[in-house]
């Protein structure tokens, strides 16, 4: 069976299209963020797949809203036992109750939370939240310092924020770029590909033919690092007790 692969951008959503011998279009919007995949037949054009998702608008900002309530409602109880993603290794979280200061290390393979006794829920995923933010701005500065060297360009302000629907984005005109809070959690090889991905937008806008040669060019493996960051597990999934 022959495939090509399309990226288009449709009302803001971005789309993966894989061209196959196939009969129907299909589309599908996939955990954690509600990313769009479709699968069209090879005699459809990119204009045709872009007509077939605008009339599916509808449906598909309805799944990504499923999505999104799905992962607000496994919000976790940071308790001992629960699992969580460190750089894409999954982690045994042990809180240890004393007073001090709250924080957090990575104790062999668990990820331990020292707080003062009765901190509540919301507070320590705040706790957490702060501690992946951390994380992130020391990896970061030296992505991107490496980048601005490859593609000769500067990125003079970034930016770590939560974002519902994507991992990462940029400002071509400012050249300020965001990258979303939960790529912590992510393997170190997908914050790379964020990066990459954001100041590859310097150079090209859309998502369209040069924009995957200049990311084929400069990251030829980026579509398993994105594979892999959009099929890793919901950022809340949970495992108790096992």
């Known amino acids: 069976m022959s495939t090509a692969?399309?990226?288009?951008t449709v009302r803001g959503i971005d789309i993966d299209v894989?061209?196959?011998?196939?009969?129907?279009?299909?589309?599908?919007?996939?955990p954690p963020l509600g990313r769009v995949r479709v699968a069209a037949p090879n005699r459809l054009d990119d204009d045709?797949?872009?007509?077939?998702?605008i009339q599916r608008l509808p449906w598909i900002k309805r799944q990504r809203d499923k999505l999104r309530s799905a992962e607000r409602q496994s919000e976790r109880e940071m308790i001992?036992?629960?699992?969580?993603?460190v750089w894409g290794?999954?982690?045994?979280?042990?809180?240890?109750?004393?007073?001090?200061?709250?924080?957090?290390?990575?104790?062999?393979?668990?990820l331990v939370l020292y707080v003062p006794a009765d901190t509540p829920p919301d507070k320590r995923r705040i706790y957490l939240d702060q501690w992946c933010r951390d994380q992130l701005r020391q990896e970061i500065p030296d992505l991107i310092a490496k980048w601005e060297q490859t593609l000769d360009v500067t990125v003079p302000k970034w930016t770590i924020r939560r974002m519902k629907t994507k991992w990462g984005s940029c400002n071509r005109e400012t050249r300020h770029i965001w990258f979303?809070?939960?790529?912590?959690k992510k393997h170190p090889g997908c914050l790379e590909y964020i990066v990459v991905h954001e100041m590859t937008h310097y150079f090209e806008r859309n998502h369209g033919e040069?924009?995957?040669?200049l990311m084929d060019q400069h990251?030829?493996?980026?579509r398993s690092r994105r594979d892999q960051l959009n099929e890793s597990p919901l950022s809340d999934e949970q495992w108790k007790g096992e």
Do not use: C, M
Not at 210 to 213: C, G, P, V, W
């Open 48 to 53: 045709q797949v872009r007509l077939a998702v």
């Open 219 to 222: 990251l030829p493996d980026w």
């Open 18 to 30: 894989i061209y196959k011998d196939i009969k129907n279009l299909h589309i599908g919007v996939y």
């Open 210 to 213: 040069r924009f995957t040669s």
């Open 80 to 85: 001992t036992g629960e699992s969580h993603y």
């Open 180 to 184: 979303n809070a939960e790529l912590a």
């Open 5 to 8: 692969n399309a990226y288009l």
């Open 89 to 110: 290794i999954r982690r045994r979280l042990k809180v240890v109750e004393r007073p001090g200061r709250a924080h957090f290390e990575i104790d062999g393979e668990r």
